[in-house]
């Protein structure tokens, strides 16, 4: 009997041990030729351009079973991706990564997003069809890099095109190790090889050439303003999921309980990664100091006295103060308390701090588990501060409150393309929300949450003398 138990337990300690390294040591990229990675910009662009002049005359079924195997693949590796997007960028938390890479194999449209409108009368048929671009230049971030690939992956192979990534070069072996999955998986069932190629080094230069090459007819680039800055000045159409700095509005009829504890989980999931997420709160003062107490109560977060804020925003920003310190972004905030001699466990997952309404945790998108809060007088107050701290990016706002007029006012005021109400912001994202979803949010120009559609041209073939047969 001891001499059983005694082997159960050491089973069990492999068992954990095991596991632990296995969560702590993610495979490695394969050093070997990834399959779509070149070395020669011009070469992976000859390549990308005759995959396309391949992929464009297969049937649609085909392309949708591309797609289905680039889902499936992302779902079988979303530990691994997730776990070298950690380890490579530093930055972010694997079991919340794990969750991005399901959502986008799940729920990012594939081809039958894409539009087909029939006009049927006496003078004919007329139809209005959509053709690909080409190939596509996908500028990727550090943020979300391999779920962001395969969101763009699905949307634009969904629409007949090959895509040429540039991923983040803090994220490059992730990003290159999740493109060798997708077109290995698409290999294998007979695809044409190189539907998305990259780079096997990442330099702005580069980028900045094939930016402004003649054979790329469309840009997307997902990331910060001053990239997507570049990218609209290449004289050629670039769509562009810019920066945002979403801030949450709690109005007095809000459940504080409820709001505190949604506004936790939307600020810190992946660590404030998401550029969708709260990173600033702007609460009505009838209701501030309850909402303070229900953040006070919740074990997931941790509220700052005002003594600690010179050392928390000597630690979370740059020394100008005109951004986070890049050293801070996407931790946990355990880590970041830590730098403030504050021991807290990992549960911790937020920190909140009450700060001045032009403070830079309100003013600057700081993407790490740092929220200012801020009060005002009164809900059109509320309004003011919340639409000032957004700049104008479009990007994304949050509310909770039970007043319906509130919802719509507010809404109005600050014309985001993500709006989200009683819920973590991540609903809009389709977690916990309806609805498909995508890491490529085009609020500065204006296309929205994109998909297949947005990578498509518009067609219309009309047909006169014929069906028109009522
Ligand atoms: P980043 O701007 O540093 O990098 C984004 C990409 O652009 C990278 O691939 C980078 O190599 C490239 N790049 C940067 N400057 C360039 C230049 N001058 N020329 C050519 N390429 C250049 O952003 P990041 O840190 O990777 O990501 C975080 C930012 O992206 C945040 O501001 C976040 O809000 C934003 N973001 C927006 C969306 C969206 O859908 N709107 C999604 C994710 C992230």
Redesign the pocket.
């Known amino acids: 009997m001891a001499a059983q138990l005694e082997t159960e337990q050491i089973d069990t300690i492999i068992r954990r041990v095991m596991n632990r390294l296995e969560e702590q040591q993610p495979a490695l990229p394969r050093s070997y030729n990834y399959r779509g990675v070149f070395s020669d910009p011009d070469e992976a662009l000859k390549a990308a351009r005759l995959a396309q002049q391949c992929y464009a005359r297969e049937s649609m079924g085909r392309r949708k079973a591309f797609i289905k195997v680039i889902r499936e693949t992302t779902i079988n590796h979303a530990q691994q991706l997730s776990q070298l997007a950690v380890q490579e960028t530093g930055m972010g938390r694997v079991a919340d990564k794990v969750l991005k890479h399901l959502l986008v194999a799940e729920k990012t449209p594939g081809t039958e997003d894409l539009p087909a409108v029939a006009h049927l009368g006496d003078d004919g048929l007329t139809v209005e069809e959509v053709s690909p671009f080409g190939v596509i230049l996908a500028?990727?971030?550090?943020?979300?890099p391999t779920a962001?690939i395969v969101n763009n992956a699905i949307s634009m192979l969904a629409g007949g095109n090959t895509v040429f990534f540039?991923?983040?070069?803090?994220?490059l072996q992730t990003s290159l190790t999740c493109i060798d999955l997708l077109n290995e998986a698409i290999e294998n069932i007979g695809g044409p090889p190189n539907l998305l190629v990259a780079l096997d080094s990442?330099d702005?230069k580069t980028?900045?050439y094939l930016?402004k090459h003649p054979d790329i007819p469309l840009l997307c680039?997902?990331?910060?303003?001053?990239?997507v800055d570049?990218a609209l000045r290449c004289g050629k159409r670039a769509i562009g999921?810019?920066?945002?700095n979403p801030p949450v509005l709690v109005d007095d009829t809000a459940d504080p309980v409820k709001a505190a504890n949604d506004i936790i989980l939307g600020h810190s999931f992946d660590n404030n990664m998401?550029?969708?997420s709260e990173k600033e709160i702007v609460v009505t003062a009838g209701i501030a100091d309850e909402l303070l107490r229900a953040f006070r109560d919740n074990e997931k977060a941790v509220v700052l006295e005002s003594r600690f804020l010179p050392e928390l925003e000597r630690v979370a920003l740059n020394e100008k103060r005109t951004g986070p310190n890049p050293r801070m972004?996407g931790q946990n905030a355990n880590k970041i308390l830590g730098e403030l001699g504050i021991n807290v466990g990992d549960e911790v997952r937020a920190i909140i701090v009450e700060v001045e309404r032009d403070h830079p945790f309100i003013r600057h998108?700081l993407?790490m588990p740092v929220l200012g809060l801020t009060r005002a007088a009164d809900f059109d107050e509320a309004v003011d501060i919340a639409v000032e701290a957004e700049q104008g990016l479009h990007?994304s706002a949050i509310i909770h409150s039970a007043n319906v007029y509130h919802m719509s006012d507010f809404q109005r005021a600050i014309r985001t393309t993500v709006y989200v109400k009683n819920a973590p912001s991540y609903a809009a994202l389709g977690y916990g929300g309806e609805g498909p979803t995508?890491?490529?949010?085009?609020?500065?120009t204006g296309e929205g949450m994109t998909s297949a559609r947005t990578f498509v041209r518009r067609t219309r073939c009309a047909l006169v003398g014929a069906f028109g047969t009522f």
């Not at 500028?139 to 979300?144: D, G, R, V």
């Not at 540039?166 to 994220?171: F, I, L, N, Q």
């Not at 999921?241 to 945002?244: D, E, F, L, N, R």
């Open positions: 500028i990727t971030p550090t943020t979300n962001t540039a991923p983040h070069p803090r994220a990442a702005l980028v900045d930016m680039v997902t990331g910060g303003t001053a990239v570049v999921a810019a920066a945002g998401p550029c969708t972004i998108e993407m990007h995508s890491f490529t949010i085009a609020g500065r």
